[in-house]
């Protein structure tokens, strides 16, 4: 190997971590190995498939003891989990949220259904996350204290809330940043979509923000097909979000009595079926991630012009997607890269277009941005599904 950057390094480096052959390497499979078949039947076989049944109960009291917290509910998708935390916080219409710019369209999308204004911030090259020392310092530049809350005065708007984001399960810098909400008055949300299994300071992600969101979605370390989960240790607003995403309806034995626009957001039964088989398989699904992390990073390790995006100090990392960032100099040749890759069939994939730069979130405030720039150049997303590891043992 010479120590010139080159393609072909790098491919060779990403082929060497896959078993011989010329199979299609997705970037993330769905891994249906243990009692998916049984519970799922079960649903069928006596009929509760949809808005009630056990498996909802149970996969929310697993998810709340597994992730730490107090409360679990189901819902339906990650977005409408996103929703519905933005709603409990007190975001309103005209307000403003701090996000991420490098992130998934939902983070942008649920802002948007409160009526709510994004406002991007930028990411640290360490986490990928918001970078929490850069935006105290906008803040304090561009904010000031009023008795109903924190305002940009630039905007006039009202900034409620601040979504950090853990970009493909590396847990952002939680305690600084959670401080820095305290002391602005601005109520942190944490998009953990990607981050179950991940945790910062031996605590699972999701426990920081007032409510947090996860995803189901079929390329999530766990599937429900379609999914999602608000977390929560407050109880008031644990309750609060069980009612809002089932249509706000008053128990009663048969009376349909509602009060409040809900929402129906519920995880059907027979999902949540998939989810509990799902949950009871993760501790695997998570030791197989981290080791195939561990055969990139050694393969990458000395190839040059590149490097492989380990977890933060301080934290554990699901490793949900792995990535790779090209130095600065050969970020002209992302492009070349992900062309040989797919071509060969190794699925590979860029960031998120910045979330500013897409039409309809155009002219939203956004601060300096120029990592979450360099980021978006440079990075590049690998194959990541647990079973990849299995095989590539089996084979090796
Ligand atoms: C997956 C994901 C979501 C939620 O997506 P759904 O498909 O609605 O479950 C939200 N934010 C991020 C960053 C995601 O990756």
């Known amino acids: 190997m010479t120590d010139e950057f080159s393609i072909e390094a790098i491919f060779t480096a990403l082929r060497s971590v896959f078993p011989p052959g010329n199979a299609f390497v997705p970037l993330h499979e769905p891994c249906f190995i243990g009692n998916e078949w049984t519970y799922v039947k079960e649903c069928l076989d006596t009929g509760w498939v949809s808005s009630v049944g056990k498996y909802v109960d149970r996969f929310e009291e697993e998810l ?40 998934f369209i939902a983070t942008a999308n649920a802002v948007s259904y409160c009526g709510a204004v994004p406002h991007f911030v930028d990411s640290e090259e360490r986490t990928l996350g918001i970078d929490p020392h850069k935006l105290a310092a906008y803040l304090h530049k561009i904010t000031e204290r009023r008795d109903d809350g924190c305002f940009n005065r630039n905007t006039g708007r009202r900034i409620k809330a601040a979504v950090p984001m853990h970009a493909f399960g590396h847990p952002v810098d939680l305690d600084p940043l959670g401080e820095m909400c305290c002391r602005f008055g601005i109520e942190m949300i944490e998009d953990a979509a990607e981050s179950l299994g991940s945790f910062y300071k031996g605590r699972h992600t999701g426990q920081w923000g007032l409510l947090s969101a996860l995803s189901f979605n079929g390329n999530k370390t766990i599937t429900t097909g379609g999914g999602g ?11 609060l979000a069980k009612h809002l995403t089932t249509t706000a309806k008053v128990p009663h034995r048969w009376e349909f009595n509602h009060d409040m626009v809900g929402y129906n957001y519920r995880l059907p039964n027979v999902n949540a079926a998939l989810g509990c088989a799902q949950l009871e398989q993760l501790p695997a699904f998570l030791v197989a991630k981290r080791a195939l992390a561990e055969r990139y990073r050694k393969a990458f390790a000395d190839v040059p012009g590149v490097r492989f995006v380990t977890e933060p100090d301080d934290a554990h990392s699901n490793y949900w997607l792995n990535t790779i960032l090209l130095d600065q100099a050969h970020a002209g040749q992302r492009d070349a890269l992900l062309a040989v890759t797919n071509d060969a069939g190794i699925m590979t994939r860029p960031a998120w277009t910045l979330m500013n730069r897409l039409q309809m979130f155009a002219e939203f405030p956004r601060m300096d941005l120029r990592i979450a720039e360099s980021l978006e150049r440079r990075l590049i997303n690998l194959p990541s599904s647990a079973f990849l590891e299995g095989e590539a043992h089996a084979n090796a």
Do not use: F, Q, S, W
């Not at 608000?230 to 309750?239: A, S, V």
């Open 64 to 103: 709340a003891a597994y992730t730490g917290v107090k409360r679990a509910i189901a819902v339906v998708n990650g977005t409408a989990a996103l929703h519905v935390c933005l709603m409990l916080a007190g975001v309103r219409a005209g307000d403003e949220v701090l996000m991420p710019a490098l992130t």
């Open 229 to 239: 989960a608000i977390l929560t240790n407050d109880e008031d607003l644990g309750r």
